[in-house]
């Protein structure tokens, strides 16, 4: 089973190069510090809900497709 960091992550980041938004751009745009997404994205960090809501709303999605294993 995959770490729910990782999952979170690595959707964050496929959904953000399918919008072709760099890290920088990405946070600006929801308001997220660029380290902060990076960390996301590699699985480091540990978001509240809040913040979870924060990116899915910043990638137009509902949160839960943030949570769901890839295949």
Same mark, same amino acid.
């Given at each position: 089973?995959?770490?729910?960091?990782?999952?979170?992550?690595?959707?964050?980041?496929?959904?953000?190069?399918?919008?072709?938004?760099?890290?920088?751009?990405?946070?600006?745009? $929801?308001?997220?510090?660029?380290?902060?997404?990076?960390?996301?994205?590699?699985?480091?960090?540990?978001?509240?809900?809040?913040? $979870?809501?924060?990116? $899915?709303?910043?990638?137009?999605?509902?949160?839960?497709?943030?949570?769901?294993?890839?295949?």
């Amino acid at each position: 089973m995959m770490d729910v960091r990782k999952v979170f992550g690595t959707n964050v980041r496929r959904l953000r190069l399918e919008k072709g938004l760099s890290q920088e751009e990405f946070g600006f745009a $929801a308001g997220i510090d660029r380290t902060y997404v990076s960390g996301i994205e590699r699985g480091l960090r540990n978001p509240s809900l809040v913040l $979870a809501e924060k990116f $899915a709303k910043g990638l137009g999605v509902e949160l839960r497709e943030l949570l769901r294993p890839c295949k």
